[in-house]
């Protein structure tokens, strides 16, 4: 299967700074990425999905000035969350798929970041 | 608004019994369904799928069931094994190219008890 990595694995920061996660698919070209986040006993919620060289599309109710969604490349996509505050604590996890490819009709999943913000 | 639910956090089951998990949906939209297992520390991965113009599709020890009338579905596993001891999310989509938009299920912790 096609593999997804995420960096870093987890991330503490104070109040006010900004993180970046990346998400690279290592063995495909990935036309479009996929950011969920999960907060503990709820499910995966879809933040926004990005694809290649155009601008993301924001799920409703998620800041698309404070989630910065940049995909590059075919095999990169970066999430930055911008001025982090407590409440935006949480487990991000990227997917993506390669829509040029028939056979692959399932998102591949990162291992998830978790952040946490002080 | 939850529009995929499984309503059972948790499951046990001994090993060499069936292990059934039930999902429910709530948007008629949706036409493909998928089954992932989580490990701690690890992105979800993909287990099986149906399309709405089936109602069952089997995959070695998986089957997964369909009930568009009810807008149900549930995953069965036989015989379990240890190894499945994994949280599985139900995953629904309105888009029958595939996995596109997946709107997710609150999860259910199997456990397999040797």
């Known amino acids: 299967g096609a593999v997804v990595s995420q960096h870093p694995s987890w991330v503490i920061c104070k109040s006010g700074t900004s993180v970046k996660i990346e998400c690279r698919s290592l063995?495909?070209?990935?036309?479009?990425m996929f950011w969920y986040r999960q907060f503990p006993k709820q499910s995966l919620m879809l933040m926004a999905t990005?694809?290649?060289?155009?601008?993301?599309?924001?799920e409703q109710g998620v800041e698309k000035d404070k989630f910065l969604i940049n995909h590059a490349s075919l095999t990169l996509s970066t999430l930055t969350v911008t001025s982090a505050h407590p409440e935006d604590s949480s487990f991000y996890i990227c997917?993506?798929?390669?829509?040029?490819?028939?056979?692959?009709?399932?998102?591949?999943f990162g291992p998830g970041t978790r952040l946490t913000v002080l | 608004d939850q529009q995929v639910k499984q309503n059972s956090p948790s499951l046990s089951v001994q090993e060499g019994r069936i292990s059934i998990l039930n999902c429910d949906y709530t948007?008629?939209?949706?036409?493909?369904f998928l089954w992932y297992k989580k490990y701690p520390a690890e992105g979800p991965t993909f287990l099986i799928s149906?399309?709405?113009?089936?109602d069952k599709n089997e995959d070695g020890r998986f089957t997964v069931f369909l009930n568009k009338s009810a807008k149900h579905l549930s995953l069965h596993i036989v015989p379990s094994q240890p190894g499945d001891s994994a949280v599985y999310f139900c995953?629904?989509?309105?888009?029958?190219?595939?996995?596109?938009?997946?709107?997710f299920g609150t999860g259910t912790r199997l456990t397999v008890i040797p």
């Open positions: 997917s993506a798929r390669n829509f040029r490819d028939r056979a692959y009709n399932e998102q591949f």
């Open positions: 063995d495909f070209q990935a036309t479009t």
């Open positions: 990005s694809n290649e060289g155009s601008k993301a599309t924001y």
């Open positions: 948007n008629s939209m949706f036409d493909y």
């Open positions: 149906i399309s709405s113009i089936k």
């Open positions: 995953a629904a989509s309105a888009d029958m190219t595939g996995a596109n938009n997946l709107f």
